[in-house]
């Protein structure tokens, strides 16, 4: 992941979570879910524009944190990226982690704006 994306760990990116979804809206994500995120035309950070430019696609699972385990902050989406294909180029594995906090939470589902910025990680949190 770092040599041949020239990743670090702690680089932020901004993404859309769920391609099937507007980027502005707020979705029901559900616990295992599979999710293929993007980055968005309107992605403006130098850094990001030159190593995850708009148009790369990630791979990976939405899961919840509740009270029941332990988050104080009230419920949180996270989703787990382990997987990515920039434009013109071949997947590879990554690990790229979104948490964001839920507007709400209902039987193991959470809802949550489509469109949150996530970072590397050099091992799942």
């Known amino acids: 992941m770092r040599e041949n994306l020239r990743w670090t760990d702690g680089d932020r990116f901004s993404v859309v979570l769920d ?5 502005r809206e707020y979705v029901w ?3 295992g879910e599979e999710v293929v995120g993007i980055v968005p035309k309107s992605a403006s950070d130098d ?3 030159q190593v995850a430019p ?3 696609r990630f791979y990976g699972r939405a899961y919840y944190l509740s009270e029941k385990m332990g988050r104080a902050d009230g419920p949180a989406l996270v989703v787990r990226y382990d997987r990515v294909k920039l434009p013109g180029q071949d997947e590879q594995p990554v690990c790229f982690v979104v948490e964001t906090t839920a507007d709400a939470f209902k039987d193991g589902r959470v809802k949550s704006s489509n469109r949150s910025s996530g970072y590397v990680v050099n ?3």
């Open 19 to 23: 391609d099937r979804h507007a980027e």
């Open 47 to 49: 850094r990001q524009r």
């Open 54 to 56: 708009p148009g790369t």
């Open 123 to 125: 091992r799942w949190p």
């Open 29 to 31: 994500f559900t616990a």
